[in-house]
């Protein structure tokens, strides 16, 4: 075991990927489905035995630069992971391109959830192969942020840090030249965590009626935000609105990492109530909901039909699943979400839903987006100007680390928000380049840069497909789901001079 740790960390990776591919064989070797069980145990034994030969060839490799090498495996394992999983999904999906297959293994693995395909198309195997690769790449950003971007100040801890950008703090990179050890240490502290929440989500969805493959899947995307599901999301499901409950509750890990259980064994406990995130959290998705139901009260007051109370009551709950829904970059859509537009007559505000999806969940959690801390900062900042323009001479309290979050972390907030800013254009620009008109453009890119696939579907006043896109953007849209899920500060710091050194 000692010999496999010691291998590269995109080895080992490409390792576990092949080793996932046999649950898949063996689910629909259960179900008598031999054609696509073959598919999953070829490509299987085909990836093993590469990952053999590269273990080999790179047993006695040690990196010089160990902050780049952590990097590097990050970006190498986006780059090379989504092309191994297209193998098996290629093979076992009829009439299909490998290059839609590529697209939609980067979209599962960056858990943005966006799919080219209508989900009577997949067989039951690759529904799950797909909730695989995004619950697993859920847990993979989820790792690497507190393993590798936490320790190097990048991923939205250098607005506390207050150290270097990319550079980080001490001696701890140094002190793990191989990335095995460092990441071992976290898996086994993060993973029955993880494991274990989305095991009561499942165990939940089954109570409340939902079968056992689509509870599944359901509740790995919840967990790791992906939103994929295999029945087109919760209107195809059988719990209704008690899963919706369940689903909500745990959606709640993905805007503050102090509420997953594990996490407080490695940077210690913290009472949640008190944590910047989660109060920012809970405040958007009330304001939000409060704002989109009485729009939707307003215009249907003067209808009022016999059972307008239980419609106001499905409506006010569809506002506050969906908005925390997209705040966390699921893309799950409440059952009564259109329910509501029927009763007041008004359809809701996409651009709303594109806010919550930009503004994403918490720092180390599998949400996208620009991060609710960072946000925060920014918040906090504006606060503090606003007081000053009021008393010029008022020092700021709160201790040193409110105002460190003030004045640096609210400066490198500000940058990342404009490099996030200036992503969205430049994929925008090159979306019309394709010939995509402007506001689906804009949808595309906000889309994929959250990690919001399903964010394409409601935002507009059609639904937009993926399906219809041409070649070179889904090519775009694949890079920018890359770009957003490892940010734009990790991939500057990886190609930045000083990092190159030894």
């Known amino acids: 075991m000692g010999r496999l740790l010691d291998l590269p960390l995109l080895v080992i990776l490409m390792g576990i990927t092949a080793l996932a591919m046999l649950l898949p064989a063996a689910h629909a070797f259960v179900l008598r489905d031999f054609f696509t069980s073959r598919a999953f145990f070829y490509s299987s034994i085909l990836f093993l035995v590469l990952t053999a030969?590269?273990?080999?060839?790179?047993?006695?490799?040690?990196?010089?630069?160990?902050?780049?090498?952590?990097?590097?495996?990050?970006?190498?394992?986006?780059?090379?992971?989504?092309?191994?999983?297209?193998?098996?999904?290629?093979?076992?999906?009829?009439?299909?391109?490998?290059?839609?297959?590529?697209?939609?293994?980067?979209?599962?693995?960056?858990?943005?959830?966006?799919?080219?395909?209508?989900?009577?198309?997949?067989?039951?195997s690759v529904h799950l192969w797909r909730g695989l690769v995004g619950w697993g790449g859920g847990f993979f950003i989820l790792l690497a942020a507190l393993a590798v971007l936490a320790p190097l100040n990048l991923?939205?801890?250098?607005?506390?840090?207050?150290?270097?950008?990319?550079?980080?703090?001490?001696?701890?990179?140094?002190?793990?030249?191989?990335?095995?050890?460092?990441?071992?240490?976290?898996?086994?502290?993060?993973?029955?965590?993880?494991?274990?929440?989305?095991?009561?989500?499942?165990?939940?969805?089954?109570?409340?009626?939902?079968?056992?493959?689509?509870?599944?899947?359901?509740?790995?995307?919840?967990?790791?935000?992906?939103?994929?599901?295999?029945?087109?999301?919760?209107?195809?499901?059988?719990?209704?609105?008690?899963?919706?409950?369940?689903?909500?509750?745990?959606?709640?890990?993905?805007?503050?990492?102090?509420?997953?259980?594990?996490?407080?064994?490695?940077?210690?406990?913290?009472?949640?109530?008190?944590?910047?995130?989660?109060?920012?959290?809970?405040?958007?998705?009330?304001?939000?909901?409060?704002?989109?139901?009485?729009?939707?009260?307003?215009?249907?007051?003067?209808?009022?039909?016999?059972?307008?109370?239980?419609?106001?009551?499905?409506?006010?709950?569809?506002?506050?699943?969906?908005?925390?829904?997209?705040?966390?970059?699921?893309?799950?859509?409440?059952?009564?979400?259109?329910?509501?537009?029927?009763?007041s007559g008004l359809n809701a505000p996409g651009l709303i839903l594109v806010g919550l999806a930009l503004m994403g969940g918490g720092v180390a959690t599998t949400a996208g987006g620009v991060k609710l801390l960072r946000i925060y900062a920014l918040f906090k900042h504006g606060q503090r100007e606003m007081e000053k323009l009021v008393h010029p001479n008022s020092i700021g309290g709160a201790g040193p680390m409110a105002r460190r979050l003030r004045r640096e972390g609210a400066y490198v907030a500000w940058i990342f928000f404009m490099l996030f800013g200036l992503a969205v254009i430049l994929v925008m620009a090159l979306l019309t380049l394709t010939g995509i008109a402007f506001e689906p453009a804009l949808v595309f890119s906000v889309a994929a840069l959250s990690t919001t696939g399903p964010l394409a579907t409601v935002a507009t006043e059609m639904p937009l497909s993926y399906a219809a896109l041409g070649l070179d953007a889904k090519l775009i849209l694949a890079g920018a789901m890359v770009l957003g899920r490892l940010e734009t500060l990790a991939i500057i710091a990886l190609l930045a001079p000083d990092s190159w050194r030894n």
């Open 53 to 124: 030969i590269l273990g080999v060839a790179t047993s006695n490799y040690t990196p010089r630069n160990a902050a780049r090498s952590h990097l590097a495996a990050l970006l190498g394992a986006y780059l090379v992971l989504p092309v191994m999983m297209a193998f098996p999904f290629a093979e076992a999906v009829p009439d299909t391109s490998f290059a839609n297959s590529w697209f939609e293994m980067v979209s599962d693995f960056t858990t943005t959830g966006a799919t080219l395909y209508a989900p009577d198309r997949l067989a039951p």
């Open 155 to 343: 991923g939205g801890f250098e607005v506390l840090s207050g150290g270097a950008v990319g550079r980080g703090v001490g001696g701890q990179i140094t002190r793990v030249a191989d990335p095995s050890e460092r990441l071992i240490r976290y898996t086994l502290v993060l993973f029955p965590a993880y494991g274990g929440l989305t095991l009561v989500l499942w165990i939940g969805l089954l109570i409340a009626g939902d079968p056992s493959l689509v509870a599944l899947i359901h509740a790995m995307s919840t967990l790791s935000t992906s939103g994929i599901s295999p029945v087109g999301g919760l209107a195809g499901a059988r719990s209704g609105i008690p899963g919706e409950m369940l689903i909500f509750l745990f959606l709640i890990f993905a805007i503050s990492r102090h509420s997953l259980p594990g996490v407080s064994q490695v940077e210690g406990r913290r009472d949640i109530r008190t944590d910047p995130e989660f109060r920012m959290g809970v405040t958007v998705v009330v304001v939000v909901t409060l704002l989109l139901f009485l729009r939707h009260w307003t215009a249907a007051y003067e209808t009022r039909t016999p059972d307008h109370l239980i419609q106001a009551l499905r409506a006010l709950w569809a506002s506050a699943f969906t908005a925390l829904s997209f705040l966390s970059t699921t893309g799950f859509q409440a059952e009564g979400w259109d329910t509501a537009q029927t009763w």
